[in-house]
């Protein structure tokens, strides 16, 4: 027994020793920041679990449920899972490497690549449903070469659980999963559509994310309205022009790896065998393409390009020569990753980072601090929603611990956006604020919002400019008592307000506005 188990640990030195270098990256940038708008959103979902939400399935909302059940709340805490998922995907770089028969330089390279990509550096600080998608989408890949290498039935059941689990995880695996469909088709793989085996795993898959279908079901298929809202403000901007070359953009300091990849796997013949995984890339890429999504719903396909570009690599430097040329393509990811690392991941202080900042936009590098509003700022747009949600909260709990204990009882927080609403949430029970239930019609939190709320005071939070929001119009006294003032905030200026004295028919007023705008939620 010892033996067997120090011969598995010799096999998978390298993996095993990748994977705890990306894990390490939790302890460097857990702390600078706050968390991001969208961490606060789906950790307040995990305080409400259900078999669905308006954002995503719930697995993510599941995930966060487990994380302060098991590990409390802090920073740290929150960004444990992102991380493992993010080393579990540099570990499943060398793996399919050896899978396609990559030998140890090829898995070294094939964790670096993904250890060094930059693209892949960014999304694993944060507690979103990204980085669990890719994960699922890199387990996809692993199990097909498990399947192709060993024809195991096994294998495909486990690809039906990855499939079911990662529907849980976010819609967008279905680009993968009829990506693969057409792969197949084209492919002499099609002879799996008459293996018993591939249909007892598209049931496990079904099964599994049935409850979410029969969720979206019972709330008449919110996602259906969350695409076409999406498509009107945000996708109909998307071009194949800007689509193509940020593909080219994401993965900056290893693209010459993946394209040898993608090459290796559609024209190699030492690669021939896995011809249908380098389809179902090229089709995911071509389908998100054309269906104008954001482009980087593909970077699930990555890892697998950069394995494969790795093997190839490999396989090409293996003369006396060329030989000492392998070193290479692992230091040159790594020089550009540092390049431009605090980009990437917010480590630096923030005075460091507005200085670095500065130096970039003066050698015409702006991208990364030109907001949505066109503007240059001072940090990059997502660094800015990780400030100011503690002052909010505060300033929240100090208009309603001001108020009688009796007119306590008779006050709601109404918060205007998600991200005010869930930070208010967090910190609430990270700091015993002892506020009542946040409410807010936007995001999940219209489903919390009781149909019904009777209250004589409201605590009101949102960016009002001109002292003009809907809300004001149902009170006859209004006082702003607070206002974030955080320099580096995105949201700078919003208020805390408090609102008394309301209209004589404010509950039906209320009533009707949460009606409104749960309208497109009719239960079936």
Same mark, same amino acid.
Request: hydrophobic fraction near 50%; include cysteine; charged fraction near 15%.
């Given at each position: ?58 697995? *993510? ?46 898995? *070294? ?11 892949? !550096? ?84 079904? #099964? #599994? ?91 699930? *396909? ?29 230091? !040159? ?9 605090? #980009? ?51 300033? *929240? ?26 930070? !208010?949430?967090?910190? =609430?029970?990270?700091?015993?604020? =002892? ?28 960016? !009002? ?60």
């Amino acid at each position: 027994m010892t033996d067997r188990k120090q011969s598995w640990l010799n096999q998978n030195a390298i993996i095993i020793f990748f994977f705890l270098v990306k894990f390490t990256q939790l302890f460097f940038t857990s702390s600078n920041y706050e968390l991001h708008r969208d961490e606060y959103l789906y950790l307040a979902e995990g305080d409400h679990m259900a078999w669905g939400y308006l954002e995503v399935p719930p697995l *993510v909302p599941f995930l966060a449920f487990l994380t302060k059940s098991l590990f409390g709340s802090s920073i740290t805490a929150v960004r444990l899972f992102p991380t493992l998922f993010g080393a579990g995907i540099v570990a499943l770089g060398g793996l399919m490497a050896r899978e396609m028969g990559g030998k140890k330089y090829a898995e *070294v390279l094939g964790c670096c690549v993904i250890l060094f990509s930059s693209a892949f !550096v960014r999304v694993s600080i944060l507690f979103m449903p990204v980085i669990v998608e890719l994960f699922f989408w890199t387990i996809y890949s692993y199990l097909i070469f498990r399947y192709l290498n060993h024809r195991s039935a096994k294998n495909l059941i486990f690809l039906g659980i990855a499939f079911g689990l990662g529907m849980m995880t976010k819609y967008s695996s279905a680009f993968f999963i009829v990506s693969l469909l057409i792969g197949l088709a084209l492919t002499n793989e099609r002879k799996l559509f008459i293996n018993r085996w591939f249909w007892i795993a598209t049931a496990i898959a079904f #099964i #599994i994310f049935l409850p979410n279908l029969l969720w979206q079901y019972n709330y008449n298929f919110p996602v259906v309205h969350h695409m076409k809202e999406l498509r009107e403000t945000q996708l109909i901007n998307v071009n194949w022009g800007d689509f193509l070359k940020d593909q080219l953009i994401m993965n900056l300091t290893v693209l010459p790896i993946w394209i040898i990849g993608l090459g290796a796997l559609l024209f190699s013949k030492t690669l021939a065998n896995y011809r249908i995984i380098g389809l179902t890339a090229f089709f995911v890429v071509f389908i998100l393409m054309i269906s104008s999504g954001k482009s980087y719903y593909t970077l699930g *396909v990555y890892p697998v390009l950069l394995a494969a570009g790795a093997v190839q690599i490999e396989q090409w430097l293996i003369g006396k020569v060329s030989y000492w040329f392998r070193p290479a393509f692992i230091l !040159v990811p790594v020089v550009l990753l540092y390049l431009i690392l605090p #980009i990437c991941i917010p480590y630096l202080p923030t005075t460091k980072m507005i200085a670095f900042g500065k130096k970039m936009v003066a050698k015409g590098i702006d991208g990364p601090w030109r907001w949505e509003d066109g503007k240059i700022h001072d940090l990059p747009q997502d660094y800015a929603d990780m400030f100011g949600w503690e002052e909010i909260a505060k300033k *929240v709990a100090e208009t309603y611990h001001s108020l009688s204990p009796e007119e306590q009882k008779q006050t709601i927080i109404f918060c205007d956006n998600y991200g005010f609403a869930g930070a !208010v949430q967090y910190y =609430n029970k990270r700091l015993n604020l =002892n506020l009542p239930e946040v409410q807010s019609l936007d995001a999940s939190f219209m489903l919390w919002t009781p149909a019904e709320l009777r209250f004589k005071t409201m605590i009101y939070v949102d960016w !009002v400019r001109n002292n003009d929001a809907g809300a004001f119009k149902l009170f006859h006294s209004v006082k702003q008592t607070g206002a974030m003032t955080n320099i580096y905030s995105r949201e700078r200026g919003t208020g805390v307000y408090l609102l008394q004295q309301p209209v004589d028919n404010i509950d039906e007023l209320v009533k009707g506005a949460v009606k409104q705008e749960r309208a497109f939620l009719a239960e079936n």
